[in-house]
Structures are given as structure tokens and as C-alpha cells.
């Protein structure tokens, strides 16, 4: 059977599982905020929302926002974070991680991954910490919760306050534990392919009943629960969430544990017959992570199993037998030129790193070799599973075929470089 790159017929045909997933239950939601002309962010829907997230997650206090940027940046705000101060963060993950921090005219301090998890490496961290530093952001990446455990011990040993970024964690526990319980406070996202989205969104959780306060007041222009609607104690801004999207939320969160089991079942099936495929390599659950959703499945992809062809020749093919995988991020966090400017002109801002010249070897390779499955494609039936082993088994038998293509390709490539001088 020819591979579809090469014009032979796609393993799969149809798309799979839609996100989000919506129905009736989101439809009488919204009409309930329609209808009751209060639409902002007082609606009663966004406190059922707050109440509802805190006790899945089992915290005191749940502090909705427009998205979970918004989050980051309100809960560094909080705790006190600005000029001078640096915040270690890993490099694998999405950018407001650490532009949350310089948004707060800190600095972030790049630590490396650890390989099989691309969650913060615990050594790393302890190697990254100076006299600066003053919070941790662990990301809980793909949904696998980070190693808090060891992330806690460092950030009590140092004095440092420690902020679980689980925009990819909704419903994930460590030790029967939801995450959030574990530092200063957590963060998450309700961003449009969230495990529960809104379109946009956010939530911060938290056990510190006054640091919750002081969210609340920085999202609801320095206000005070109880206080005037013209009384503002401290410096805010509007940061809240609509009532149409906590409406939605309400919703979708009751949709989650169910969802977050089909993928748990599909994952699990997927990782067992991936064994037989060499080449492609997805790490074991650990066995503390007693809950994840499974928000990315990444693969790691060597080259030599498949006749030498790249990563992103492979993706393509697998992309043309219908299976939409994709790449991980181009590169680590610190190549990008947003980090090569200071974020004010005080003076008191400092690099702690060279970025232009950082290389943190875990990052950099899961940037070339990773790939990545969304969660969607786990939502439906094990036929659909089977697809996407199927489409790697045929390339994997076809390699040789697209050493050819890669082969042309580059001689192409090679004459338009040299005509175009």
C-alpha cells in the first residue's frame, strides 16, 4: 500500500472527535445568563463556577479571570514579585509562563527539563536558584503533574514561594492530591482547546485566604469583597471573567471526569501497542501522577528506526494518512526576541541569563525529536486509536520511500539557493 504522500489512498478518511464538545447543556446555561440582563462578571454564574472548580480541586478559594496569562501575571502580582526579582521557569512550555513574569518586570530564570516527564528537572532548579530568586513556576505539562514533592522541599529550604502553572491540569492529582494544593497557588486556563474552555478564560486557586484576597482585589480594580463599587484599597485592573463564559464552564466542567476517563482508556491502549513500533517512544506514567487528563501525548521520534528520514517528513506523511500530529515548540522559550529587552527602563532589571546563548540540552532535543498528539484524538473510540498506529506502522514499512522524497527535496532546495545568488 502506498503511503499518501507518495498519491496512495490515507488510512483515515474521517475527522476525528470535534473540539470543544458542546450540547444542550451549555445552550441552557448561556440562555440563563441571557436572560437574567446580567451578563458581566457579578453574574451568579461565575461564583457557582468559582465554588464548583474550588471543590474539584479541593481548595478553600477559587478567583475566576479572563485567561490564565491573566492568572500568572495576578498571582506573581500578589505575592509581591517585581524589578529585581527573578522566578524560575522551564523553557518547554507556553510562552506566558514566563512573559507573565517579565509582565511583573522580573526576570525568569530558565532550568532545564527532565527527559521523560518535560516537567521542571528538580536539580536543575536547585542549580538556577540566586540570591534573587523568589518563586518557582512549575508547569504541569501535558497534564502530568510535575514532581511537587521535590519542588516543595526545595521552595521551603529557600524561602521561596512556588506557583503550580496546571493550565494543562485540569482534574490531575499527585498522591490523591488535585493540583493547586501544593504551593502559594495554582493557575489555570480556559484558553479554546483547555480540557474546559470558555473560548478564553482563566482560574487561580489558592489555600491562603489572604493571598485570595488579594487576587480577587487585583482583578476586580482594587475593590474589596463587601466594600463600595467606588472604593478602591490597592492598585487592579478588570480582569474578570463574563458571565456567558462562566455559564459555559459551569458546563463543560461537568463534562470533564467523564472525557478525562475515555482518554485515560485510549491513552493507556495507545502506549501499549506503540511498544511494537520502534522508533517512537512515549514515557510510563508515574505512578505518584494517580490522575492526569491527558492534555498532549508527546512522542519522542528517532529518525534511525525510519530509514533516517527527519522528524518533520515524517509528521507530514503521517499528516497526509489523516492523523493531524504536529511538532513540539520550534525551539526553548529563551530563543524568542522577546526576551533579548528589558520590560522597563528603571534600571534595576537584570538578565540572569545570556538567552541569546542558552542551551539547555533537554529542552533543545525535545524541540527537535518531540511530537504531539492533542487530546481530542483520544476522545472517541479505539477504532481511532488503532488508526493512528496504523499510520505510523505504514510509514515505518515505507520509510524508503520518502528517503527519496527527502532526497529530491533537498537537491531542489539546494538549486534554488544557488540561482537565487
Known amino acids: ?44 454564574k461565575v461564583e457557582e463556577l468559582e465554588s464548583a472548580f474550588a471543590e474539584l ?32 521557569v522551564p523553557p518547554f512550555t507556553f510562552i506566558a509562563t514566563a512573559t507573565s513574569v517579565l509582565l511583573c518586570h522580573a ?19 536547585e542549580t538556577a536558584i540566586t540570591p534573587r530568586t523568589k518563586a518557582i513556576i512549575a508547569v504541569h505539562f501535558g497534564g502530568l503533574p510535575a514532581d511537587v514533592d521535590a519542588l516543595r522541599r526545595i521552595a521551603e529550604r529557600h524561602k521561596l514561594a512556588l506557583i503550580e502553572d496546571a493550565a494543562h491540569a485540569h482534574g490531575a492529582r499527585w498522591r490523591g492530591v488535585p493540583v493547586g494544593n501544593f504551593g502559594s497557588a495554582g493557575t489555570f486556563s480556559f484558553q479554546a482547546f483547555k480540557l474546559a474552555t470558555s473560548g478564553e478564560g482563566g482560574i487561580i486557586v489558592t489555600n491562603d485566604s489572604d493571598l485570595a ?49 475515555i482518554r485515560k482508556e485510549n491513552v493507556h491502549y495507545f502506549r501499549r501497542h506503540l511498544r511494537a513500533i520502534p522508533g517512537l517512544t512515549m514515557p510510563e506514567d508515574d505512578p505518584r501522577a494517580d490522575r492526569q487528563p491527558y492534555y498532549l501525548v508527546t512522542l519522542r521520534y528517532d529518525p534511525s528506526q525510519f530509514d533516517g528520514i527527519s522528524r518533520d517528513l515524517f509528521l507530514r506523511a503521517l499528516q497526509a494518512e489523516g492523523i493531524p500530529a504536529q511538532r513540539t515548540y520550534p525551539y526553548p522559550l529563551y530563543r524568542n526576541p522577546v ?17 541569546t546563548s542558552l542551551f539547555l540540552p533537554e529542552s533543545e532535543k525535545v524541540c527537535r525529536d518531540g511530537i504531539w498528539l492533542e487530546h481530542s484524538l483520544f476522545l ?29 527535496e533537498e537537491t531542489i532546495q539546494q538549486s534554488d539557493a544557488l540561482g537565487s545568488r
Open 380 to 408: 472517541g473510540a479505539q477504532k481511532d486509536v488503532e488508526d493512528i498506529l496504523a499510520a505510523c506502522e505504514k510509514i515505518q514499512r515505507h520509510a524508503s520511500a520518502l528517503v527519496r522524497l527527502e532526497q529530491r
Open 339 to 355: 526576551f533579548s529587552r528589558p520590560p522597563c527602563r528603571c534600571g534595576a532589571w537584570k538578565a540572569p541569563q545570556d538567552y
Open 57 to 88: 480541586h479541593q481548595v478553600r478559594h477559587a478567583i475566576s479571570c479572563a485567561n490564565g496569562t491573566v492568572a500568572l501575571e495576578a498571582t506573581l502580582r500578589a505575592l509581591g514579585i517585581g524589578c529585581g526579582d527573578e522566578v524560575i
Open 107 to 125: 526576570a525568569p530564570m530558565f532550568a532545564d527539563i527532565d527527559a521523560a516527564t518535560l516537567n521542571l528537572s528538580p536539580a536543575a532548579v
Open 1 to 44: 500500500m502506498e503511503l499518501a504522500i507518495l498519491g496512495g489512498a490515507p488510512v483515515r478518511k474521517v475527522p476525528f472527535p470535534p473540539w470543544p464538545v458542546y450540547g444542550e447543556e451549555e445552550e441552557r446555561s448561556l440562555r440563563e445568563v441571557l436572560e437574567s440582563g446580567s451578563w458581566g462578571g457579578y453574574n451568579g
Open 213 to 261: 484576597a488579594r487576587l480577587w482585589s487585583y482583578c476586580n480594580q482594587g475593590r474589596r469583597k463587601g466594600a463600595g463599587w467606588y472604593e478602591h484599597f490597592t492598585l487592579g485592573s478588570n480582569y474578570r471573567l463574563t458571565g456567558f463564559q462562566a455559564a459555559i464552564l459551569c458546563a463543560q466542567l461537568r463534562k470533564l471526569p467523564e472525557q478525562s476517563r
